[in-house]
């Protein structure tokens, strides 16, 4: 099997560490796109190599055009081409409706659907000039149907990324797949502090009684950029263990 470059943005934690974990399983080199948790991404790092794979860790705010173009450049550099991008980073400011600001918009905005319009962009022109390529979204059920009021910036930037999604799919056809994985309730890091009865109330939504885990995202996305998938295109694939929000 060809030894693909995978560019997961938002790398060092939670999904994006579990992503990391089964492409690099997988036999593919890893650019790990981080922010600030610089101690995290060294330790994802050394993890990695056991699989003898190439990790390039590198430090990039996607919501600074500059930035975004000095890491592709840095990653074309070092493997001459990026086969697979996962727009994974993504932030969650959670205040009641009175509390929103502008601020907490404009900085949801920035980095849930900017952020990967961006990394999109720079990484598909290099992308085109391979013909081929995959690009991954991860948006979320409640960018479909699943809103919070509390959460109602990130939903609006969630079902931005849907939409972002089929727009890629059109413009970059028919060399560059792009689709889009709307999870639900996930145990990450975001949710860690849940309160437990509210938990049980949305664990009860759910028709598998559970949470997922970010293994059973990451095999998603995994699936995705494969071969198995070359006729799956312009898609957003729930992963949510059968919500009954709806």
């Known amino acids: 099997m060809e030894r693909k470059t995978v560019l997961i943005t938002g790398a ?3 999904l994006g560490s579990s992503i990391a974990r089964v492409f690099a399983k997988n036999n593919h080199n890893i650019i790990l796109n981080y922010n600030n948790s610089e101690k995290e991404t060294q330790k994802l790092t050394e993890e990695l190599k056991q699989y ?3 990790i390039l860790p ?3 705010d996607i919501t600074k055009e500059e930035e975004i173009k000095n890491m592709v450049d840095l990653s074309i550099n070092k493997f001459k081409k990026i ?3 996962i727009n994974n980073a ?3 400011i959670d205040t009641t409706f ?3 600001t502008k601020e907490n918009f404009i900085k949801t905005l920035d980095t849930n659907l900017i952020g990967p319009f961006l990394v999109s962009k720079y990484v598909g022109e290099e992308m085109l000039k391979e013909k081929q390529g995959s690009i991954i979204n991860i948006s ?5 149907d699943t809103y919070y009021e509390y959460s109602l910036d990130y939903d609006a930037s969630k079902a931005g990324l849907i939409s972002l999604t089929h727009n890629l799919a059109t413009h970059y056809a028919p060399y560059i797949r792009v689709n889009c994985i709307a999870p639900g309730w996930i145990n990450t890091e975001m949710n860690k502090n849940l309160d437990e009865e509210y938990k049980k109330e949305e664990e009860n939504k759910i028709l598998l009684n559970r949470f997922g885990n970010p293994e059973e995202i990451a095999k998603v996305v995994y699936f995705l950029s494969t071969d198995d998938a070359s006729y799956i295109n312009n898609e957003t694939i729930r992963v949510d ?3 009954m929000h709806a």
């Open 12 to 14: 060092s934690r939670g």
């Open 52 to 54: 003898n794979v190439e």
């Open 58 to 60: 590198i430090k990039a």
């Open 83 to 85: 086969d697979v991008l």
């Open 90 to 92: 993504g932030i969650a």
């Open 98 to 100: 009175e509390d929103k």
């Open 140 to 144: 979320s059920t409640n960018g479909i």
């Open 241 to 243: 263990g059968g919500s």
